[in-house]
Each structure stands twice: as C-alpha cells, then as structure tokens.
C-alpha cells in the first residue's frame, strides 16, 4: 500500500471540528504523513440576501479563517506541517473533490454525525467522485488504533482494505479481525429448511475464506463468520464491530459475492449512512 502523505480534513464549523481536528492530529503522526490540510466550504450565497446589510462591511472569509485557524492551533499537535484552506463554492463535493485532486490528497477524514446534527458533507456524490480513501469519524472517536476490524466478501476488491490493515499494523501493532457477513439466499428459502442450510452455508464460507486468504498471502488475523440474519450485512458488521470495542472499521468501496456484496450504492454507502461509533475507512 502507498503511504498516506498528503491528508484533507473537512470541516464545517460545528462542535465536532475540534474532535475531528484531534483524530486527524493523532492519524497523521500514526501514518507519518507530510502534509495536512483543513478544508472549509462557505456557501454564501446562502446567507448573502438575507443578511446582506449586516454582511456589507465584514470580511466573512477572513474572519472564518481566522477561526480556523484557531481551532487547529489549539487540536492539532501532530509535528506534521498543516495548512486552512478556506474557498465559496456551491458545491462542497465538487470543491473537496477539486482539491483532493490539486494537492495530491491520500485521504480525505470527514465528519461523521449524529442524524440529530445532520450529515455534514458525506454524500454518495463524494463518494463516487473521490479516487482517494474517504476516513469517516465520527464525535466519539478514541484517538487509538489497537483493535481493527475488516470487512470482506472474498473479492479482489476486498483485498485493498487488508492491504491497507496490514500497513496500519505494522505501524501500530494492532490487532486484525477480517469478517464475513453471510445470510441465506431467500429465493431457496420457501423450498428448503432454512436451518439446514446454515450448516452447509457456513461449511462453504469457511473454505472460501480460507482459500482468500492463502490465494492473497494473508497472515496474522483472525477470522470471524457471522450470519445476518434480520439485520443487514452493514447493521451486522458495523454491531458486530463496535461490541468488539473495534477502533477502526475498514472496507473496500466495492466488491461482491452471492451470499454477501460490499458494493458501492450497497453496504458501503449503507455504513457511511449509519451513525457509526467508530470510524470506518473506505479503501478504494
């Protein structure tokens, strides 16, 4: 896996900022990165008309700016050299994407809220525009990397997120348990028992993954088989991950197979919707 250099945060100016900004410090010493910046979007046109007498005589960017600026100083610890960039533009998305693109970006950390907070700038137009990892993370983030979970479907897509979890291992000498959600095909299900077929269901999950891994070179894991059963594969894996006291949730932004799929506009967009309480990394 390539290193993680050149880091984008995206801020919104919302309390959560100031725990974003201290992952993002904690992150980039773990990586070693080079660079990072902290973007903000101001949509003026927003406000512009409605508050335009109050607006007409201050410099909205500047002072935006200068509150930046000010936040980083006081969460950003990290002995890595960092940089606020602050720009108008209607379209967050494209403008993240814009500068992802500019600065050679390895990894955009965004904001994982609360549903009560709203979304933030995570969207499923970001994340098909972005060519780099996408860091979702959420408020409650412990800054630590001791415990790190992967999703896989046994594609070849899948093998990126444990590309990406054994270079984090090697830095932080974490813990790798690679899982596989699996649930009965519902069209054989009015033909055959279902509790019959979990046997063999599991028997055949077991060798697949087995194979994977010799087939990718893949070493020092542990494996865990689960079954969705009413719960999607994203519900089961992200439940599943946070019981564990996972630190890090990482998947690969498309993949798929027949008993469970990790496809972009399926689990992976449903764990970037989910109020998550670890962050989850999209390896793409």
Request: aromatic share 8%; proline share 2%; net charge negative.
């Amino acid at each position: 896996m390539k290193s993680v250099d050149n880091i984008l945060v995206a801020l919104d100016l919302t309390s959560t900022d100031a725990e974003i900004i201290k992952y993002a410090s904690f992150l980039s010493e773990q990586l070693k990165s080079k660079k990072v910046y902290f973007v903000h979007n101001i949509k003026k046109y927003e406000i512009s008309d409605l508050f335009q007498e109050q607006l007409k005589d201050l410099n909205l960017e500047e002072a935006i700016s200068e509150e930046l600026e000010e936040k980083v100083s006081e969460n950003f610890t990290a002995d890595v050299p960092s940089k606020v960039l602050i720009s108008e533009d209607p379209y967050t998305e494209s403008l993240v994407n814009y500068i992802a693109h500019k600065y050679a970006i390895d990894l955009v950390i965004l904001g994982n809220k609360s549903r009560k907070k709203g979304t933030g700038v995570v969207s499923d137009k970001l994340m098909r525009l972005l060519k780099c990892d996408i860091l979702s993370v959420p408020e409650t983030a412990q800054s630590r990397l001791k415990n790190i979970w992967t999703g896989t479907d046994f594609s070849k897509e899948s093998v990126k997120a444990f590309r990406l979890a054994a270079n984090l291992k090697k830095m932080t000498q974490a813990t790798i348990t690679a899982t596989n959600i699996y649930n009965v095909p519902v069209q054989f299900t009015p033909y055959l028992d279902k509790e019959e077929m979990v046997p063999k269901i599991e028997k055949h999950t077991i060798e697949k993954f087995d194979k994977f891994l010799k087939r990718n070179e893949i070493s020092e894991i542990e494996k865990k088989i689960l079954r969705g059963r009413d719960a999607s594969v994203a519900e089961k894996l992200s439940r599943e991950a946070e019981k564990a006291g996972a630190d890090l949730l990482i998947v690969a932004d498309k993949g798929g197979n027949v008993f469970s799929s990790l496809l972009v506009g399926s689990v992976t967009d449903e764990l970037f919707d989910l109020d998550l309480k670890i962050p989850l990394w999209v390896a793409k």
